[in-house]
């Protein structure tokens, strides 16, 4: 009698922890500060899954094309998170990485490709089409030069985040 009753408890419990983490919307779309136009995300997500895949695209402090670098100076840099978890039906974590890889006219080369983990975005979805985006990028020590990730500088924060309408 206990054993089936305590089979039932935690597999509610169980059930109940699951349900906790299944998005609240579908949150698939573009996103950016319009305050701050010249970066933004793109999150797209997949409902088979409460996984998303996230893009940020954004300017490289490490790059600038002049010798005195304006805003519009510094080169692309793409930042994804492919492997995200749901900690609450509105709040998406994960592990962000930098990549590298060859530009589409040149063809593919293996050798041209890369990913670095490097630190951690967080979503915190307020509604359909507002929330927070933070980010705390760390990259280890002691990298390669070849590595997408050398010489990228430590930095953090947090944006207000609105869905792009069109």
Request: glycine fraction near 8%; avoid cysteine.
């Amino acid at each position: 009698m206990i054993r089936p009753l305590l089979a039932s408890v935690l597999l509610s419990a169980a059930f109940s922890a699951a349900a906790q983490n299944t998005p609240a919307a579908n949150f698939t779309d573009m996103w950016w500060n319009p305050s701050e136009s010249g970066w933004g995300l793109n999150i797209t997500q997949h409902a088979a899954t409460n996984k998303a895949f996230v893009v940020w695209y954004t300017y490289d402090p490490r790059e600038p094309e002049t010798a005195t670098p304006e805003a519009s100076d510094y080169k692309p840099l793409w930042m994804v998170l492919p492997n995200s978890t749901w900690t609450s039906p509105t709040t998406l974590t994960g592990a962000v990485y930098v990549t590298r890889g060859s530009p589409y006219f040149q063809g593919w080369n293996p050798a041209a490709h890369g990913a670095q983990e490097v630190g951690t975005f967080t979503f915190q979805f307020s509604g359909l089409s507002d929330g927070t985006f933070t980010w705390n990028i760390v990259p280890p020590g002691g990298l390669a030069s070849t590595n997408p990730a050398f010489g990228l500088p430590s930095f953090s924060g947090t944006r207000a985040i609105t869905r792009q309408s069109f």
